[in-house]
């Protein structure tokens, strides 16, 4: 499975974003796919997580009623759409995709990554 992301940017505080996520490969290995952001020096931390059948969504407390997580499973794509941004959203965002469990964003359950794309917000 490849994933590439696009999207990615700078913004003021309070403004907007959509990252996309583009999958291709062997996507049925997969049931879940997420978006993970990580500054330097930091763990790797999870935002959102959806499952590929039913469409059910996670979000981290951190981006609740900001961030909203979307996909179109018949062409393979995921979206993030970042609301209200605030300086801490300030990261390189990945995509991944893999087996991991609802209602929890665990990084080593997702086994394809993409390459990231930066988000800043000044």
């Known amino acids: 499975v490849q994933l590439v992301e696009s999207g990615g940017g700078s913004v003021q505080a309070g403004g907007s974003l959509r990252l996309t996520c583009a999958a291709s490969?062997?996507?049925?290995?997969?049931?879940?796919m997420g978006w993970f952001r990580q500054v330097p020096g930091k763990e790797r931390e999870g935002v959102a997580s959806i499952y590929t059948g039913g469409g059910s969504t996670y979000y981290a407390d951190s981006v609740k009623g900001r961030f909203t997580i979307s996909q179109d499973v018949v062409n393979h794509t995921m979206w993030l759409q970042m609301d209200s941004l605030k300086p801490e959203d300030t990261a390189t965002y990945y995509c991944?995709?893999?087996?991991?469990?609802?209602?929890?964003?665990?990084?080593?359950?997702?086994?394809?990554w993409g390459q990231g794309t930066q988000v800043t917000v000044s």
């Open positions: 490969g062997n996507t049925y290995q997969t049931t879940s």
């Open positions: 991944a995709a893999g087996k991991g469990v609802l209602f929890r964003l665990v990084a080593k359950e997702y086994t394809y």
